[in-house]
Structure formats: structure tokens, C-alpha cells
């Protein structure tokens, strides 16, 4: 069939193409392939894949021959890749994404998953070896394998349970009706449900009662992934280029974390973060000036409320120019003063800065002038011009990150403008527009013209402050060759407009639409086309080793908009430009799931009280409350919207301190779990499935969570009300604040009166739980209080759990301590190895559940004096005072 008789439709909406609609009947009447000369050798099989019929065309000619290649790596995991067999495609460079190696030693017969195949046509199944069960099978849809469009299809049992396929803000497991999942990274103001966003994790994990297992596609190339129940379920891949080079996890049968653990031995695991990261960040594109800045660090400070980090958007910047300050409006030796303030007060600093650098050939503007000298800017597709978007500053080039400079450019930019001597000595960086973004208009022929138009950079709107003020009263005073060529033969391909659309929502739906072109070239010879996705993560890589360059041996905070796999693995991730309202709150809670459960980016958080539009003081308290059981808690807004500060009301500055208090009380407990993530990758927030994996009332679940491994959250999510209906799984729970035993019986409990100060917070049973006695202004006062230990007994009567902890900042430890907690019977038992002194006492241990005073509590067998144990009958509490070095294990016994 030719491609103009089948019935295909570029579906447009408000004038805008979104994308292409194809019959799904056209498509699997085509003839796919036969599998011809397979092979087995060890743990790998090869087959040569010829067309089987009549070429379909659909949307472009088909490849006649494919090559076939699958690998069993782990006894978990399968590698499928599908590649043109006569000709190079793209297919993302391992200096992006690294891959693991295969152990040779894995047999087959032995391994959880099997793939299965058919030769004419040629299809495949994943199979789980425990129960012949199928979890991914192509056999009724053909494999479709073009220049510009790949399609792989494969059938879901009904009302599956799918969760992935980000960045998005759709619910955490994905509706099955008439879903496509876009994967192109754009600006994303307002962060729209339904829409492709800023980042690109194209994994799905899939639970059933019978188990839960992973499908990963390594394709950074434009991406429809579509689900669909209308003739049965369905999940189909469509790509605009590279290969099929699927990773296929078997997960786990009875554990479902046991999949993110998985998916970290491709993507790696997570990093770990600074202890000072895990408190609360300010910031707000909006601040006029440095004493703006200075007079928010001493508010917090008044208002009783914690500030550990200040932040400062682009406002800090000479015409937003980066590397750069203001020198009327941010005078350098005033923002000196500002850092210097904070780092005095235990506190710490975070600046903005973007990739795209101001065009300004003859000016004295550093950083264009050394990159172009070096030769890093990203060319147009001809490779001898600069490709040209207008942004903040104006016009401006954006780097390479492909070339083999631009690390030493960005690096020197950091060393110069970051400089502790002469410079802004900031702990940690912020990463935005790396989608990268433009406000060029497609076609964007003339980008000066359109800077001009929208007024960039914008002018000052407030006359600058008087310089002479202190901002705290209190203080005084080599080129790489270019040739045009590209690395893969797209000479006959349409770049800009593919014959299949994607349903990008960028602008009027072009790909080149409000970024960079897709013909831009890199120095390796590849185009945007193919790695425009990666080139927000390329980005974050490059900063995070800038950071650490300049700061040798620590860790850094990186905090980045756009993502692709594996970024976690060296930074965090804010959601992006949310809005100050209620769909937003709760939608947060699904993104926040997304990122630290199943991608792998843990280090994440939403704008609290939203970024765009005003917020209200109880939506803003209500989201101070939900915001500190995000892993990365801030407080953000935009430069239009009312100032948003916990202390500018009462109830958000009560409801701020009683949740900051709670949340730094269990700081210890959160950086444990980023230290098992970074080790295992075991996740570091949990969906309530995660835990009760045979519990189908959980799986729809995205307005409660489990912080760590056993917080459970469960936030109001409804304006102007003081309860909550949230669903207890039957298990044993116990209130965080007064520590009373809750039985779930798995039905909703409704919680009335819930003070919009208040939050409820319940501890799963089983646990044990290493908590400070109090929370404190900074995390360095913090680490100076002395811990408590809580045990919550399970329903069968034991609990356990851990506690990490090292010098909070070295990237390699000289010293840790790591305890192992372990309770049953009335025994709670402490041991470990305490390398790093904590320098503190255990106060006392509390245990739950407790139904009557003991007669005896011993600790290391010596029996405790009675003024040192209290029982609370009402609450179950049974408390013994320690008042010990927390320097060596120990038993305690009651009975």
C-alpha cells in the first residue's frame, strides 16, 4: 500500500498540529517481518528480520532488513534491540547514558523472564518463568520500521495498572482510555495535564497481584506512546527515529520495589545528596533587588520558621545575562555580603543559571567571547553558523554539550563567576530552561526581530536601591573542526515536519517550535533531531562536574528542569512551572511518586504554594504542610503573583513550623533512605502499593504516599475544609504526634478537625524509627541534638530499620556509622559499626504498642531504675530513658 491511500489524519485543534491519528486496522495489516538465520550463543540470540509482504509505507518506505539481537544480562533482565541491518541510526551514546555490561554467565534456562518468538511473521513475548505468565507480547501487531516512524505494539490485560511513561502531570497510574504519552522536551508553563513536559523517562512499570515487572525504551528520539481500551488493552510505541533497544525487568513476584532496584543497574542509582540539602529552600523570581533577598533571610529568621538555603532567580543578572550581576540592583560586593551572612548563620546559597548565553560578537561580555574562542556554541544544520534562539537575554547560542570543550568552557565559567575569592560563593546550582527553551516563534527566521517584540531582556521596572545600604544592618561592609556533516544519513528525511506527527504541544506543534532547531548540528555530527532530548540532562552532568570541580570533595545540590534516565544519578529535579491552585496541590503528589518511585530522580519536590497565579494563605499553609514530605521542600513563585513567604501569614507561619519541626526530627531517617537508594536503589518514597502490592484498593492510589519507607502522608486535598478521607491498608499504624496504635482495617477513615496547621502523619508498623528529639533552625544546630529511637511494633509483633549517617558533605567518607535496629518480643537490639561519631546521646527509646506497665525493663542487662521508665496507658507509650553516647550498640528488654 502507499502511504497516501491509507487513512491517516494530521489532527488539528485551534489551528494548531498536534499530531497524527492512524488506524489502528491499517497498521496491523502490515506485513512485518520474518526472522530468518537465528542463532544462539550463550546468552544471546540473533536472527536476520526480512519484510514478509507487500511493503506498507505508511509513513515513509520501510526498512527491508532488521537485525535482531537479545541478551539475557541478568537473571532479571532482558536486552531486545531491533536495528536497521544495512544502515547506522542513532541510538543514544553510552557518554549519556552508560550501559551495564551483560554477564556472559547467565543461562537462560534459569533466568525469571523468557523471551519467547515466532518466526513468520516474526513476534515476541516476555514471559515470567515462575507461571508461564505473559507480560509483553507483539503477536498481533506487526512491527513497523521506517526512517521517521518505528511502531512496536504490544497487548495489556484489561484495566491494567500502569505507572511511568514522564515527565507528566496525568494521574500516577495512567489512564488506559485514549492516552498518548509524548516524549519531547519543551517550556511548559503551567505544567498541563495530558501534555508532553519538560523531561523523558519512557519506563513503565506494570503491577498485577501475580507481580510487577518494567519495560524500558532507550529512545531519545520524538515519542508517542499511546494506551487504549477500546478493542481490548493495548501499549504502542511510536518513534520519529533511532532503533528499538528495549530493556525488559522481570521485577518481582512479591516485592515490587524489587523493581526500581532493577532499573537502577541501568540508569544507575541515585545520588547521594548533602545533609543541608534535605532542609528548606526559599526562593522567588520576583526579588527587586539584594536587599530584597537579605530582608526574606531575616524574616524567616524573626518568624521563627527554619531557612537553611536562599535561592535567587534570574533577577540577580545584568540584563539577564548569565554569569553576570546587576551591578545597580545586585551590586557583587553586596551579594558577597549576603553569602558571607549566611554561611556565618549555618546557612547555605543557590543561583539560577541557564544554558543559553547572550549573542553579543564585539562586546565585552566574557562568557560569549571565551566560548566562541573555543568554539562550543551549537551550529546551524549547514555547520557554519550558530544556532540562534531568542531567550531572557535576548538572542542568544546555545552550548554543546556533545563538544569535548564545552566542559572545560562551563567549568571555567563556574570557576570565574562562582569564585569563593572574588565571586559568589554559591553551595549549590539551579538549572532551568535546559529544554532547551526559546521564545523564538517557529519559523524563527529572524530571531533579532523577535526580541525585539517581546521585549528581551526586559527592562527594570523599580529604581534601584541605594548601594550604600547594607543588606543586614547588623554587618558592615581550542577550536573543533565543523564540516556540516551528520554522524547518521537523514539526507532524506524531513526534519522539521516528519510525515508522523508527535502530539507535541509546544507553540503550534513543530518540532523546532519555542527551542532549537532540529537540524542544529553538534560537534560529533549528531542533530538535535535525535539527542534534543538529552539535552537537559547533558547539561545537569556538565554543571554537577563544574560544581564539583570548584568545590573538590564535596557533594553539590544540582536541582534541574529537564530530564532524561538516568539523571538522577548526578542531580535533583523541581516539577516545573506549576500554578498557585488545588488541581495542582494534589497532582504534585502523583509527580513527586513518579520521579522518586519509579525514574529514579528522588531529589524532587513541586513549587510549595505554587509558582504562577496568586496563592491563598490556607491553600499556602495546607501546601507548606504537604511540601515538607517532598524529598526537596521550597518555596517558589513568580515575579507577577503576591509574595508567598511562610511568614507573611499567621497560619502558614504556624503551619510551617509545626510541619518543619516534624520534618527535621526525621532528617536522619530520609538521608538513610537516599544512602540505601544511592547504594541499591531502593525507593526513596513509596506508593501505598508498594507496600501492600496484593491490596487492590491501593493501586489507583496518588493522594497519600509513604515517606521513606513507612510515613504515611495523608494531606487535605480539597479547599477550605478541615478533613480528610485517606485509606488505611489492614495493617497496624500509629499517629506520628501522639503515637497511639490505629488499626487499618483496608477501607477510607475520615479525620475531622484537621487544623489547617496540622497534617495527618501516621508511622506503618514495623518499623524502627531514628529520630531527633526536636527540630531545630538549621541542619548543622540539627545534628547537634540528641536522637531518640521509636519502635512501632507490626501486627506480628516485630519491627526494624536503620540508621545511616556520615559527615553530611564529603563525595567519599573517611568514617559512617551504620546501626541495624531490630525488635521482637519485647527485645529491641542495636548493633552496628559507629565509624563516624554522631556526637550525640540517645535520649531515650519509645516503644508503641505497648498494652501494660512492664514489670522489668533491662538495658545491656543491667535493670533501669523506675524513674527513668514512664507508661502512658492512654496512648500506649512505653518510654525509657537513656541519656547515653550514641558510640555503641545495645539491648534493651522489657517484660
Given at each position: 500500500?502507499?502511504?497516501?491511500?491509507?487513512?491517516?489524519?494530521?489532527?488539528?485543534?485551534?489551528?494548531?498540529?498536534?499530531?497524527?491519528?492512524?488506524?489502528?486496522?491499517?497498521?496491523?495489516?502490515?506485513?512485518?517481518?520474518?526472522?530468518?538465520?537465528?542463532?544462539?550463543?550463550?546468552?544471546?540470540?540473533?536472527?536476520?528480520?526480512?519484510?514478509?509482504?507487500?511493503?506498507?509505507?505508511?509513513?515513509?518506505?520501510?526498512?527491508?532488513?532488521?537485525?535482531?539481537?537479545?541478551?539475557?544480562?541478568?537473571?532479571?533482565?532482558?536486552?531486545?534491540?531491533?536495528?536497521?541491518?544495512?544502515?547506522?541510526?542513532?541510538?543514544?551514546?553510552?557518554?549519556?547514558?552508560?550501559?551495564?555490561?551483560?554477564?556472559?554467565?547467565?543461562?537462560?534456562?534459569?533466568?525469571?523472564?523468557?523471551?519467547?518468538?515466532?518466526?513468520?511473521?516474526?513476534?515476541?513475548?516476555?514471559?515470567?518463568?515462575?507461571?508461564?505468565?505473559?507480560?509483553?507480547?507483539?503477536?498481533?501487531?506487526?512491527?513497523?520500521?521506517?526512517?521517521?516512524?518505528?511502531?512496536?505494539?504490544?497487548?495489556?490485560?484489561?484495566?491494567?495498572?500502569?505507572?511511568?511513561?514522564?515527565?507528566?502531570?496525568?494521574?500516577?497510574?495512567?489512564?488506559?482510555?485514549?492516552?498518548?504519552?509524548?516524549?519531547?522536551?519543551?517550556?511548559?508553563?503551567?505544567?498541563?495535564?495530558?501534555?508532553?513536559?519538560?523531561?523523558?523517562?519512557?519506563?513503565?512499570?506494570?503491577?498485577?497481584?501475580?507481580?510487577?515487572?518494567?519495560?524500558?525504551?532507550?529512545?531519545?528520539?520524538?515519542?508517542?506512546?499511546?494506551?487504549?481500551?477500546?478493542?481490548?488493552?493495548?501499549?504502542?510505541?511510536?518513534?520519529?527515529?533511532?532503533?528499538?533497544?528495549?530493556?525488559?525487568?522481570?521485577?518481582?513476584?512479591?516485592?515490587?520495589?524489587?523493581?526500581?532496584?532493577?532499573?537502577?543497574?541501568?540508569?544507575?542509582?541515585?545520588?547521594?545528596?548533602?545533609?543541608?540539602?534535605?532542609?528548606?529552600?526559599?526562593?522567588?523570581?520576583?526579588?527587586?533587588?539584594?536587599?530584597?533577598?537579605?530582608?526574606?533571610?531575616?524574616?524567616?529568621?524573626?518568624?521563627?520558621?527554619?531557612?537553611?538555603?536562599?535561592?535567587?532567580?534570574?533577577?540577580?543578572?545584568?540584563?539577564?545575562?548569565?554569569?553576570?550581576?546587576?551591578?545597580?540592583?545586585?551590586?557583587?560586593?553586596?551579594?558577597?555580603?549576603?553569602?558571607?551572612?549566611?554561611?556565618?548563620?549555618?546557612?547555605?546559597?543557590?543561583?539560577?543559571?541557564?544554558?543559553?548565553?547572550?549573542?553579543?560578537?564585539?562586546?565585552?561580555?566574557?562568557?560569549?567571547?571565551?566560548?566562541?574562542?573555543?568554539?562550543?556554541?551549537?551550529?546551524?544544520?549547514?555547520?557554519?553558523?550558530?544556532?540562534?534562539?531568542?531567550?531572557?537575554?535576548?538572542?542568544?547560542?546555545?552550548?554543546?554539550?556533545?563538544?569535548?570543550?564545552?566542559?572545560?568552557?562551563?567549568?571555567?565559567?563556574?570557576?570565574?563567576?562562582?569564585?569563593?575569592?572574588?565571586?559568589?560563593?554559591?553551595?549549590?546550582?539551579?538549572?532551568?530552561?535546559?529544554?532547551?527553551?526559546?521564545?523564538?516563534?517557529?519559523?524563527?527566521?529572524?530571531?533579532?526581530?523577535?526580541?525585539?517584540?517581546?521585549?528581551?531582556?526586559?527592562?527594570?521596572?523599580?529604581?534601584?536601591?541605594?548601594?550604600?545600604?547594607?543588606?543586614?544592618?547588623?554587618?558592615?561592609?581550542?577550536?573543533?573542526?565543523?564540516?556540516?556533516?551528520?554522524?547518521?544519513?537523514?539526507?532524506?528525511?524531513?526534519?522539521?515536519?516528519?510525515?508522523?506527527?508527535?502530539?507535541?504541544?509546544?507553540?503550534?506543534?513543530?518540532?523546532?517550535?519555542?527551542?532549537?532547531?532540529?537540524?542544529?548540528?553538534?560537534?560529533?555530527?549528531?542533530?538535535?533531531?535525535?539527542?534534543?532530548?538529552?539535552?537537559?540532562?547533558?547539561?545537569?552532568?556538565?554543571?554537577?562536574?563544574?560544581?564539583?570541580?570548584?568545590?573538590?570533595?564535596?557533594?553539590?545540590?544540582?536541582?534541574?528542569?529537564?530530564?532524561?534516565?538516568?539523571?538522577?544519578?548526578?542531580?535533583?529535579?523541581?516539577?516545573?512551572?506549576?500554578?498557585?491552585?488545588?488541581?495542582?496541590?494534589?497532582?504534585?503528589?502523583?509527580?513527586?511518586?513518579?520521579?522518586?518511585?519509579?525514574?529514579?530522580?528522588?531529589?524532587?519536590?513541586?513549587?510549595?504554594?505554587?509558582?504562577?497565579?496568586?496563592?491563598?494563605?490556607?491553600?499556602?499553609?495546607?501546601?507548606?504542610?504537604?511540601?515538607?514530605?517532598?524529598?526537596?521542600?521550597?518555596?517558589?513563585?513568580?515575579?507577577?503573583?503576591?509574595?508567598?513567604?511562610?511568614?507573611?501569614?499567621?497560619?502558614?507561619?504556624?503551619?510551617?513550623?509545626?510541619?518543619?519541626?516534624?520534618?527535621?526530627?526525621?532528617?536522619?531517617?530520609?538521608?538513610?533512605?537516599?544512602?540505601?537508594?544511592?547504594t541499591d536503589g531502593t525507593p526513596v518514597l513509596n506508593p501505598l502499593w508498594y507496600k501492600y502490592p496484593q491490596d487492590t484498593?491501593?493501586?489507583?492510589?496518588?493522594?497519600?504516599?509513604?515517606?521513606?519507607?513507612?510515613?504515611?502522608?495523608?494531606?487535605?486535598?480539597?479547599?477550605?475544609?478541615?478533613?480528610?478521607?485517606?485509606?488505611?491498608?489492614?495493617?497496624?499504624?500509629?499517629?506520628?504526634?501522639?503515637?497511639?496504635?490505629?488499626?487499618?482495617?483496608?477501607?477510607?477513615?475520615?479525620?475531622?478537625?484537621?487544623?489547617?496547621?496540622?497534617?495527618?502523619?501516621?508511622?506503618?508498623?514495623?518499623?524502627?524509627?531514628?529520630?531527633?528529639?526536636?527540630?531545630?533552625?538549621?541542619?548543622?544546630?540539627?545534628?547537634?541534638?540528641?536522637?531518640?529511637?521509636?519502635?512501632?511494633?507490626?501486627?506480628?509483633?516485630?519491627?526494624?530499620?536503620?540508621?545511616?549517617?556520615?559527615?553530611?558533605?564529603?563525595?567519599?567518607?573517611?568514617?559512617?556509622?551504620?546501626?541495624?535496629?531490630?525488635?521482637?518480643?519485647?527485645?529491641?537490639?542495636?548493633?552496628?559499626?559507629?565509624?563516624?561519631?554522631?556526637?550525640?546521646?540517645?535520649?531515650?527509646?519509645?516503644?508503641?504498642?505497648?498494652?501494660?506497665?512492664?514489670?522489668?525493663?533491662?538495658?545491656?542487662?543491667?535493670?533501669?531504675?523506675?524513674?527513668?521508665?514512664?507508661?502512658?496507658?492512654?496512648?500506649?507509650?512505653?518510654?525509657?530513658?537513656?541519656?547515653?553516647?550514641?558510640?555503641?550498640?545495645?539491648?534493651?528488654?522489657?517484660?
Amino acid at each position: 500500500m502507499k502511504a497516501s491511500s491509507l487513512p491517516l489524519l494530521a489532527f488539528v485543534y485551534a489551528g494548531i498540529a498536534f499530531a497524527t491519528f492512524t488506524d489502528q486496522n491499517v497498521l496491523d495489516a502490515c506485513p512485518g517481518y520474518n526472522a530468518t538465520a537465528v542463532a544462539t550463543h550463550g546468552n544471546t540470540l540473533t536472527a536476520s528480520l526480512t519484510l514478509a509482504g507487500t511493503a506498507c509505507n505508511v509513513f515513509g518506505q520501510d526498512v527491508e532488513k532488521l537485525k535482531l539481537e537479545v541478551t539475557y544480562e541478568t537473571k532479571s533482565r532482558i536486552h531486545v534491540k531491533i536495528t536497521d541491518a544495512a544502515k547506522k541510526r542513532f541510538e543514544i551514546p553510552a557518554s549519556v547514558l552508560p550501559r551495564p555490561k551483560a554477564d556472559k554467565s547467565v543461562s537462560p534456562e534459569h533466568a525469571d523472564i523468557h523471551f519467547n518468538y515466532t518466526t513468520s511473521p516474526f513476534s515476541f513475548s516476555i514471559v515470567r518463568s515462575a507461571n508461564d505468565e505473559v507480560l509483553f507480547t507483539t503477536g498481533k501487531h506487526p512491527i513497523i520500521f521506517e526512517p521517521q516512524y518505528l511502531r512496536l505494539k504490544t497487548d495489556l490485560p484489561d484495566q491494567a495498572n500502569i505507572y511511568g511513561l514522564g515527565e507528566h502531570t496525568d494521574p500516577f497510574r495512567l489512564p488506559t482510555f485514549n492516552t498518548t504519552r509524548t516524549f519531547w522536551s519543551r517550556d511548559a508553563y503551567g505544567v498541563p495535564t495530558g501534555e508532553n513536559l519538560y523531561g523523558n523517562h519512557p519506563i513503565y512499570f506494570e503491577h498485577r497481584t501475580t507481580g510487577t515487572h518494567g519495560v524500558f525504551l532507550a529512545n531519545s528520539n520524538g515519542l508517542d506512546v499511546k494506551i487504549n481500551d477500546t478493542d481490548g488493552t493495548s501499549l504502542e510505541y511510536n518513534a520519529i527515529g533511532g532503533v528499538f533497544d528495549f530493556y525488559f525487568l522481570a521485577g518481582s513476584t512479591t516485592d515490587p520495589t524489587e523493581l526500581p532496584r532493577q532499573y537502577a543497574e541501568i540508569v544507575g542509582t541515585p545520588a547521594e545528596v548533602p545533609y543541608w540539602s534535605l532542609g528548606f529552600h526559599q526562593c522567588r523570581f520576583g526579588y527587586q533587588n539584594y536587599l530584597d533577598v537579605a530582608h526574606v533571610i531575616t524574616n524567616y529568621s524573626a518568624a521563627n520558621i527554619p531557612l537553611e538555603t536562599m535561592w535567587t532567580d534570574i533577577d540577580y543578572m545584568d540584563r539577564r545575562r548569565i554569569f553576570t550581576v546587576d551591578p545597580d540592583y545586585f551590586p557583587l560586593d553586596r551579594m558577597r555580603e549576603i553569602v558571607d551572612y549566611l554561611h556565618t548563620h549555618d546557612q547555605y546559597y543557590v543561583l539560577m543559571t541557564d544554558p543559553a548565553v547572550a549573542y553579543l560578537p564585539g562586546e565585552d561580555y566574557g562568557p560569549f567571547n571565551r566560548g566562541t574562542d573555543m568554539d562550543i556554541w551549537l551550529k546551524s544544520g549547514d555547520g557554519k553558523n550558530y544556532s540562534l534562539g531568542a531567550v531572557w537575554p535576548g538572542v542568544t547560542v546555545f552550548p554543546d554539550w556533545f563538544n569535548p570543550q564545552t566542559q572545560t568552557y562551563w567549568n571555567n565559567e563556574f570557576n570565574l563567576f562562582y569564585n569563593p575569592k572574588n565571586g559568589i560563593d554559591i553551595d549549590g546550582a539551579w538549572i532551568d530552561m535546559n529544554d532547551p527553551a526559546s521564545f523564538c516563534v517557529y519559523p524563527c527566521t529572524d530571531p533579532f526581530q523577535q526580541a525585539i517584540e517581546q521585549n528581551l531582556p526586559p527592562n527594570r521596572t523599580t529604581p534601584p536601591p541605594d548601594k550604600s545600604i547594607p543588606p543586614f544592618p547588623q554587618t558592615s561592609q581550542a577550536h573543533t573542526k565543523r564540516d556540516g556533516q551528520f554522524a547518521f544519513d537523514h539526507s532524506g528525511d524531513n526534519l522539521f515536519v516528519p510525515p508522523y506527527a508527535i502530539e507535541n504541544h509546544a507553540g503550534g506543534g513543530n518540532l523546532s517550535d519555542r527551542t532549537a532547531w532540529v537540524d542544529s548540528l553538534h560537534s560529533n555530527g549528531l542533530i538535535e533531531y535525535d539527542a534534543h532530548n538529552l539535552y537537559g540532562t547533558m547539561m545537569s552532568t556538565a554543571t554537577q562536574q563544574a560544581m564539583e570541580q570548584r568545590r573538590p570533595g564535596k557533594r553539590t545540590l544540582v536541582i534541574t528542569r529537564s530530564t532524561f534516565a538516568g539523571a538522577g544519578a548526578k542531580v535533583g529535579k523541581w516539577l516545573g512551572d506549576n500554578l498557585s491552585d488545588w488541581p495542582h496541590y494534589r497532582n504534585s503528589i502523583a509527580g513527586i511518586l513518579g520521579f522518586a518511585s519509579v525514574y529514579h530522580v528522588p531529589m524532587v519536590g513541586a513549587d510549595i504554594c505554587g509558582f504562577g497565579d496568586n496563592t491563598t494563605e490556607t491553600l499556602c499553609a495546607r501546601w507548606a504542610m504537604l511540601g515538607a514530605f517532598y524529598p526537596f521542600m521550597r518555596n517558589h513563585n513568580q515575579d507577577i503573583g503576591r509574595p508567598q513567604e511562610f511568614y507573611r501569614w499567621p497560619l502558614v507561619a504556624q503551619a510551617a513550623r509545626n510541619v518543619l519541626d516534624i520534618r527535621y526530627r526525621l532528617t536522619d531517617y530520609i538521608y538513610t533512605a537516599f544512602h540505601q537508594a544511592s547504594t541499591d536503589g531502593t525507593p526513596v518514597l513509596n506508593p501505598l502499593w508498594y507496600k501492600y502490592p496484593q491490596d487492590t484498593n491501593t493501586f489507583p492510589i496518588d493522594l497519600q504516599f509513604f515517606y521513606g519507607d513507612s510515613i504515611l502522608v495523608s494531606p487535605v486535598t480539597e479547599e477550605n475544609i478541615t478533613s480528610v478521607t485517606a485509606y488505611f491498608p489492614k495493617d497496624i499504624f500509629y499517629d506520628f504526634l501522639t503515637l497511639e496504635p490505629f488499626e487499618g482495617q483496608g477501607q477510607n477513615v475520615t479525620f475531622d478537625n484537621v487544623d489547617y496547621t496540622a497534617i495527618p502523619v501516621h508511622i506503618k508498623g514495623g518499623v524502627v524509627l531514628p529520630l531527633r528529639q526536636k527540630g531545630a533552625m538549621t541542619t548543622k544546630e540539627l545534628r547537634k541534638t540528641d536522637f531518640e529511637i521509636v519502635v512501632a511494633p507490626g501486627v506480628d509483633g516485630k519491627a526494624s530499620g536503620q540508621l545511616y549517617a556520615d559527615d553530611g558533605v564529603s563525595v567519599k567518607q573517611r568514617s559512617t556509622t551504620l546501626v541495624e535496629f531490630a525488635f521482637d518480643k519485647g527485645t529491641l537490639t542495636a548493633k552496628g559499626e559507629f565509624g563516624y561519631d554522631l556526637g550525640v546521646k540517645l535520649a531515650r527509646v519509645r516503644v508503641l504498642g505497648v498494652n501494660g506497665a512492664p514489670k522489668s525493663v533491662k538495658v545491656n542487662s543491667k535493670r533501669v531504675g523506675d524513674g527513668a521508665v514512664a507508661y502512658n496507658a492512654t496512648s500506649k507509650v512505653l518510654d525509657v530513658a537513656l541519656n547515653a553516647t550514641f558510640d555503641k550498640g545495645f539491648t534493651l528488654q522489657y517484660s
